[in-house]
């Protein structure tokens, strides 16, 4: 098999429209198809093992959709690029799609010309995106392989600090959903609790932990693998480790700053993503996130205070010689009935806001009250495609700080 062949996985739940669309490629000199799958479930499983460049997805399948199935492959695969085939011509299935990360949309039946064409457009970025990810790929820490070596993020993890100045806007509940969203085996990530004194990340997660970032702090001149994997938790449910906080209020003053901005070194080396959760007030613990960071979710919500307070920190940021690129602002919370609208506090801010989440307290309060992350649940709700899109937007943020780091 030549280097630039296009390698294509076909997923559809008829036998007969596989081999149709096997058909119509196999005169293609460039293009091998490498499998077919006749659900999402199986597409998921075939994607890992062959690797494909592109897949052809069909949106609706008797075990998972093709949107869900979709999203699911982006994650294990980044550069994996989905045409999505469907007789279905529903604007809004499109746009679910390319939210969920799919490249092209096509009707059912393509005519050879339209899906060879769509092949080859996706064939050529998945290539480029492979190329992009070898040349960062390097060993993890203490040589051979680790999480990292994947090249997904190359050396070192990112440290993404979510904050407000505003109490109440929702941060923590953010926090934990983006954690169970970015991880997957190919990018595994953490969640460190940042609000030493009253943080609440193992309660919404429903976790009770016997160690705590008080078990690590006093090491943290010579922390190691062995350490951290006896003091974080695992969440259950989606494998995302979890550095709880301080079982009282008190405590929090045994922890240093300098303890955890060394923690946080540490953990990137572990992990593809080390998410912390923060308190609105900026104590020297998060202002050393803050050193850190390689990203900042900096989040507001429609009620005048939350913007003021908002507007205040984003000049603290400028004050900070925080790049302004590093800051991705979210509205969470958006309703469409107030007339605050994310362009109107975008222009006032001179700083766009990146995402709307919606207002889904049917959603959020039972999630939070049972400590089961709603992204964990169904993922085709308003909400859950918002914090999917947001994802998208700190993979890709992270990608272009990466480039013109390296470029500079």
Do not use: C
Not at 315 to 329: A, K, N, P
């Amino acid at each position: 098999m030549a280097n630039d062949n296009i390698l294509v996985l076909i997923v559809d739940d008829i036998a007969e429209t596989r081999e149709n669309i096997r058909k119509l490629l196999q005169f293609e000199s460039d293009v091998e198809v490498v499998g077919a799958a006749r659900s999402g479930k199986e597409a998921i499983q075939l994607a890992r093992e062959t690797k494909p460049d592109v897949v052809l997805m069909d949106i609706n399948m008797p075990d998972m959709d093709g949107i869900a199935a979709t999203e699911n492959i982006k994650q294990i695969l980044p550069y994996v690029q989905i045409v999505i085939l469907s007789v279905q011509s529903d604007p809004n299935y499109m746009r679910r799609a390319m939210m969920a990360g799919a490249r092209d949309f096509l009707a059912k039946p393509p005519t050879v010309d339209e899906l060879t064409a769509a092949v080859r457009r996706a064939g050529k970025m998945a290539h480029s995106e492979r190329e992009k990810l070898s040349a960062v790929a390097v060993a993890s820490p203490g040589g051979g392989t680790g999480p990292l070596s994947g090249g997904v993020l190359g050396q070192w993890g990112k440290v993404i600090v979510v904050y407000s100045p505003k109490g109440g806007v929702g941060a923590t509940t953010l926090a934990t959903n983006l954690a169970v969203t970015l991880h997957n085996p190919d990018t595994p990530t953490a969640i460190v609790d940042g609000n030493l004194q009253f943080g609440d990340v193992a309660v919404f997660l429903n976790e009770q932990p016997r160690n705590t970032i008080l078990d690590l702090a006093p090491r943290a001149d010579e922390i190691d693998n062995e350490v951290v994997n006896e003091v974080l938790l695992t969440h259950t449910a989606s494998g995302v480790k979890v550095l709880a906080a301080p079982p009282r209020p008190e405590h929090a003053d045994n922890i240093s700053p300098d303890q955890f901005r060394k923690i946080l070194q540490y953990l990137r080396r572990m992990f593809s993503y080390v998410i912390v959760d923060t308190s609105s007030t900026l104590t020297d613990v998060i202002i050393s996130a803050l050193d850190e960071m390689d990203l900042m979710v900096l989040i507001t919500t429609q009620d005048i205070p939350a913007i003021k307070s908002a507007r205040i920190f984003l000049d603290l940021v400028d004050i900070m010689s925080i790049e302004r690129q590093r800051v991705i602002l979210v509205m969470n919370k958006f309703d469409r009935r107030i007339n605050i609208t994310p362009e109107r506090v975008g222009e006032n801010f001179k700083h766009t806001v990146s995402t709307a989440i919606p207002t889904a307290p049917s959603i959020v309060i039972p999630s939070v009250n049972r400590g089961v992350p709603f992204m964990l649940k169904d993922k085709s709700r308003p909400v859950a495609q918002r914090v999917l899109a947001l994802a998208g937007e700190i993979r890709q943020r992270l990608s272009e700080l990466e480039k013109a780091q390296a470029e500079f």
